[in-house]
């Protein structure tokens, strides 16, 4: 008994960076939809939901609404992953939220987007222009991958404000 103790005590001390903040990206989206604290601001406007960040992070998230892809803008939050205040700009998707948390990262080159499932949850990670992006979701993996592609068309066509 003791010994099963030790051993996952010690693969929870072990466990590596990235399964960590997966791990508190999961949190992160269950504790938005179990308080009622899904946005601190909840609107579909990203003309709102963009300058409501400003002065409350590092680095303003880049804001677009995909309503016309399927994804629509709910609002954004802030949230609180690996030691660090972050933005978390919440979507939809039918029934399904989609929490898609973005903070500054230094000295990361552009990366395409990588999935992982874990405890039901589909993960997808990508960086771009200094930021690192995690959208964490129950949905589907291929309507998933599918919002990240359309994000990142829209980021990258467009300008923000």
């Not at 949190?27 to 960040?53: A, I, M, N, Q, Y």
């Not at 677009?64 to 933005?87: C, S, T």
């Not at 898609?100 to 999935?115: E, I, N, Q, R, Y």
């Amino acid at each position: 008994m003791s010994l099963a103790l030790a051993v996952s005590l010690l693969f929870v001390i072990a466990m590596p960076g990235e399964q960590a903040i997966q791990q508190e990206l999961i949190s992160g989206h269950v504790r938005s939809l179990l308080v009622s604290h899904l946005t601190d601001v909840t609107t579909s406007d990203e003309h709102t939901v963009k300058p409501w960040f400003n002065g409350k992070l590092d680095a303003s998230p880049p804001v677009v609404d995909l309503v016309r892809q399927g994804f629509p803008l709910i609002g954004g939050r802030l949230d609180y992953i690996h030691n660090r205040v972050v933005g978390a700009l919440v979507f939809k998707h039918d029934q399904h939220v989609i929490n898609l948390f973005v903070w500054p990262v230094a000295d990361l080159k552009d990366s395409g987007p990588t999935s992982t499932t874990r405890e039901g949850f589909n993960l997808v990670h990508w960086t771009c222009s200094g930021m690192s992006f995690w959208a964490v979701s129950d949905v589907n993996l291929a309507a998933l991958l599918r919002f990240e592609a359309d994000y990142d068309r829209q980021t990258n066509g467009s300008s923000q404000s």
